[in-house]
């Protein structure tokens, strides 16, 4: 089975802090993505990786930035934590290319920024 | 309209009943789908993928309606261990990127 870990499980930062979220997958999986999750407005992707040193903006990366230096770990970096990114992280994997492939994720993290 | 609609729920059904939720969704390309399950405070974990009419996994059964862009999730004989939150998830054709429907709730009583 594919694992996808997530460093923490649960965060708590202060406001203008930088905060690393780390993940790491054990399949050799070409395509990493980061998503966030509300209540009320599902997942939403705030970046995505399709290779080593590869990157495209998702969907909301404002505030957000990412690092993949090596094919099993993709970063995610709040370069000044808000309020407003108390959420739960997801990171999640998949084989290169095909919408037919499935995404599987890591067990999460619940950031609160204070 | 959304590109992906799932009605919030919660559905709340007794133990040993059947309960099927529908997934909507706008792009008529679309040509594979996915259920997960997401349990509170955890991760969603694929369920089925359907890729054409329909897929059936035990108790549970997908169906792909192409004509009216829905799939269906149908659960039956539920157990408690079923309560969850069903999350559709539509991959949008020729991107990587997936759309998620926000989950439909349900509450399997004892």
């Known amino acids: 089975d594919v694992k996808v870990t997530q460093s923490s499980r649960y965060l708590v930062k202060r406001t203008g802090e930088k905060v690393f979220l780390e993940c790491v997958q054990d399949?050799?999986?070409?395509?990493m993505f980061w998503y966030r999750q509300d209540p009320g407005l599902g997942l939403r992707l705030i970046y995505f990786?399709?290779?080593?040193?590869?990157?495209e903006k998702g969907d909301i990366p404002e505030g957000y930035s990412v690092s993949r230096e090596k094919k099993e770990r993709f970063s995610l970096i709040l370069e000044s934590a808000s309020t407003n990114q108390t959420s739960m992280y997801l990171c999640?994997?998949?084989?290169?290319?095909?919408?037919?492939?499935?995404?599987?994720f890591g067990s999460g993290t619940q950031l609160s920024v204070l | 309209r959304k590109e992906v609609e799932q009605d919030p729920g919660p559905f709340n059904v007794p133990e040993g009943a059947t309960v099927a939720f529908n997934c909507t969704y706008s792009?008529?390309?679309?040509?594979?789908f996915f259920w997960y399950r997401q349990d509170c405070r955890k991760e969603p974990k694929l369920l089925m993928s359907?890729?054409?009419s329909g897929n059936e996994d035990g108790r549970f059964t997908a169906q792909l309606n192409r004509a009216s862009q829905y799939i269906s999730l149908l659960i039956r004989d539920s157990k408690l261990s079923d309560s969850a939150t069903y999350l559709c998830?539509?991959?949008?054709?020729?991107?990587?990127?997936?759309?998620f429907g926000t989950g439909t709730r349900l509450k399997v009583l004892a």
């Open positions: 998830v539509v991959p949008r054709g020729g991107t990587y990127k997936y759309i």
């Open positions: 399949m050799d999986h070409e395509n």
């Open positions: 999640a994997s998949r084989r290169r290319g095909q919408a037919r492939e499935k995404l599987f």
């Open positions: 359907v890729y054409s």
């Open positions: 792009n008529s390309a679309s040509q594979s």
């Open positions: 990786s399709y290779d080593v040193k590869m990157k």
